[in-house]
């Protein structure tokens, strides 16, 4: 293809009378080019047209939309973003480019799919304020997918945010949430504001009641804490934000673990390496954390138990029922005794009135029954009784 100016030499020299070899030796081109230019008839721009480019990323298309259609069996809340596609690509398929050509081909693809991405809301607050609330995620847990809630806390001014993961959001939850970031991030934050009383209390109009253990646990870390009006939630926008963030970043795809308190521990250090570039502040989240935590204050000499305790009377087999409809066996021996439950976030200790321990048992959560039995509890049992 030649030059518009050359074009227009052709047709000029032709209309000065030059012959169609003179033509082509003056301009530098073959007499078939002089030909087709002066044959011509339009030389108006035509509209531009989009060209297909070879992308290094078409040879993982097939890879990029098998997640994307792995979203569509997963729960709406924990999809693939183009940051979290980026993260997988580099570390399972190896390859090296920037986050901006894989959010601009996630893009394009989205649009092929005719799906749309999401928008979160942040806010700042002074250092050393944090924020908390509850989310969702499906996780797989000893090959049983399970829907569970993580419990999350936020600091607004450095935008940091870390996560503990439960099976229930109740006071015993938040409390020991709240404990293993306390000790995790080495301080106390000098106010948390909480969703709406949710887990540590109830509220009745105006008031909250808070629970026994969540009082105690306050006085213990003496921070200060206040609750979101209903229905307020750019009260803790950033929260909110920091629940989604750690749902797409971490919790997709759903991960299989086998210890919910071991998880933990590794949790923490993957949201610690979930730091980026502030959004507004134009500085690594990392590095203003260190303000955040400069504010906060010391934590206790003692560690506070996260322990509620209950009496329940054995029935016949040894077995005492808590929270409704979940069972766990102590010994045959303490049958229709009166035994000391502690409930934590994901266990359950009994003891006998006189403080000695028996047994620890997971905690079972839902609305379904549980039976939940220690084989050696039964034991003595068989042996005075071999026979069953």
């Not at 090296?96 to 607050?125: A, P």
Request: charged fraction near 25%; charge should be positive.
């Amino acid at each position: 293809m030649i030059s518009m100016s050359q074009a227009y030499s052709i047709r000029q020299l032709k209309k000065q009378g030059e012959s169609i070899t003179d033509i082509a030796e003056k301009t530098g081109v073959c007499r078939n080019t002089v030909y087709k230019y002066l044959k011509e008839s339009d030389f108006s721009e035509p509209i531009p047209k989009k060209t297909d480019k070879v992308c290094m990323l078409d040879r993982y298309r097939a890879i990029i939309e098998s997640w994307l259609d792995e979203d569509k069996r997963n729960w709406h809340k924990q999809k693939h973003t183009a940051h979290r596609i980026w993260m997988r690509l580099k570390e399972e398929c190896g390859i090296s480019c920037s986050e901006s050509t894989v959010r601009n081909y996630v893009r394009r693809l989205k649009v092929e799919r005719g799906e749309q991405n999401e928008q979160f809301l942040d806010l700042e607050w002074p250092p050393g304020e944090a924020q908390a609330d509850f989310g969702e995620v499906d996780i797989f847990v000893l090959g049983q997918k399970r829907r569970l809630s993580y419990f999350v806390l936020s600091f607004p001014y450095s935008n940091m945010g870390f996560a503990q993961l439960f099976s229930s959001e109740n006071a015993e939850c938040v409390c020991q949430g709240l404990k293993n970031i306390f000790e995790f991030i080495g301080g106390v934050p000098s106010r948390i504001v909480f969703d709406n009383a949710t887990g540590v209390g109830r509220r009745t109009m105006d008031a909250v009641k808070l629970t026994k253990l969540f009082s105690a646990f306050c006085a213990h870390y003496n921070f200060a804490y206040t609750f979101c009006n209903p229905d307020s939630g750019h009260e803790k926008g950033n929260v909110e934000g920091k629940v989604g963030f750690i749902r797409r970043n971490i919790f997709t795809p759903p991960p299989r673990i086998d210890n919910i308190d071991v998880y933990n521990e590794r949790l923490l250090r993957k949201c610690m390496g979930l730091s980026k570039m502030h959004y507004a502040k134009g500085e690594p989240e990392d590095q203003l954390f260190i303000e955040d935590r400069f504010a906060l204050s010391g934590l206790p000499e003692v560690s506070f138990s996260v322990v509620r305790y209950e009496r329940r009377k054995a029935d016949l087999q040894g077995k005492v029922t808590l929270c409704g409809n979940h069972k766990y066996s102590s010994s045959p021996e303490f049958a229709k005794q009166v035994l000391i439950c502690a409930l934590s976030a994901n266990h359950i200790e009994l003891y006998s009135e006189d403080g000695m321990f028996i047994v620890r048992h997971t905690r079972q959560y839902g609305d379904a029954p549980t039976d939940t039995s220690d084989p050696a509890s039964q034991l003595p049992l068989l042996i005075r009784k071999p026979g069953g």
